[in-house]
């Protein structure tokens, strides 16, 4: 395995995760990937294998139970590995007025998409300060830069992702360690079923991207060191848009956003979009 271009990604079984995993393979990357399932990272890996000829194996590890993420880097330094990249994707969450969540799916998204981002960067940005180079990804999202009412800790923990990367990123200049936040809108992914948004105006009647699309332009974005990523030209005007509109209006605009839309007006399903882009992927590289 060629360490000194090696990326660990996480949330790399399905997504945007699972589609960074073919972008940077395509690249020549060697791949670590992280994910709860076992077998599903393995399938995975098998086919980066035969498609991109790099190495890649996957690490089963659920990164909300606090020493998973110790638990992957004691894995990696056991084989010797130097990760030169480190992505951290992995994230979820959950639609509802906030005080009809749980506290439980509330605690959820603030382990997985703010302590494991921690962890994980604590754990492998020090040997990248020694060595002088490396680079950190961090998938955030356009629901960092508004109030998202209805997925209020969701839009929370993406804005101290926002934050933190930007903060990060000034603390390492000089260093050798460059920092990017890929911030995607809505996206054809696992998000919207599992936080129970398959029905709203956000999936529905949005400008919805493929998730090959929106790993595209990270990477790129990423190679080109850009602080902030946004893919698609609505996204960037929705981010805009926040220079102008008040804090009371971007939390009505996504409101509105989240609202269930009526059952003969829903005709995406997940994966609708996916599957037309990896088609035209497929076509474009015979």
């Known amino acids: 395995m060629n360490t000194e271009t090696t990326a660990l990604i996480t949330g790399a079984s399905s997504g945007i995760g699972l589609h960074l ?19 599903e990272l393995d399938a995975v890996a098998e086919d980066i294998r035969l498609t991109h000829e790099v190495a890649v194996y996957g690490i089963a590890a659920d990164l909300e139970v606090f020493d998973s993420a110790q638990m992957v880097f004691d894995k990696i330094k056991e084989r010797g590995v130097k990760i030169e990249i ?9 639609r509802g007025k906030f005080w009809e969540i749980p506290i439980e799916k ?4 603030i382990r997985l998409n703010i302590e494991a981002v921690l962890r994980m960067t604590k ?11 490396g680079r950190i990804l961090n998938t955030a999202s356009v629901a960092g830069f508004e109030p998202g009412p209805w997925l209020s800790v969701y839009h929370a923990s993406k804005a101290f992702v926002l934050s933190w990367s930007e903060a990060l ?28 948004m398959e029905n709203v105006r956000g999936f529905q ?28 030209m609505m996204n960037k005007a929705l981010v805009a848009a926040r220079r102008v509109l008040s804090e009371s209006a971007q939390a009505s605009m996504n409101e509105k956003f989240y609202e269930e839309v009526p059952p003969e007006e829903r005709k995406r399903k997940r994966g609708d979009i996916e599957s037309k882009a990896a088609q035209e992927y497929a076509a474009e590289r015979r």
């Open 123 to 133: 754990l492998f940005l020090p040997s990248m300060l020694e060595r002088g180079h």
């Open 205 to 232: 009647k949005a400008d919805v991207m493929a998730p090959q699309d929106v790993a595209k332009a990270g990477y790129e974005g990423f190679m080109k060191e850009d602080l902030f990523v946004v893919p698609g």
């Open 21 to 39: 995993a073919y972008e940077f393979a395509r690249h020549g990357h060697p791949l670590i990937l992280v994910a709860p399932n076992q077998i």
């Open 86 to 94: 480190l992505v951290n994707n992995a994230g979820h969450g959950y």
């Open 106 to 109: 509330d605690l959820s998204m």
């Open 169 to 196: 990123a000034t603390e390492l200049k000089d260093t050798g360690v460059k920092v990017t936040a890929l911030c995607p809108g809505p996206t054809d992914t696992d998000f919207f079923p599992k936080a129970g």
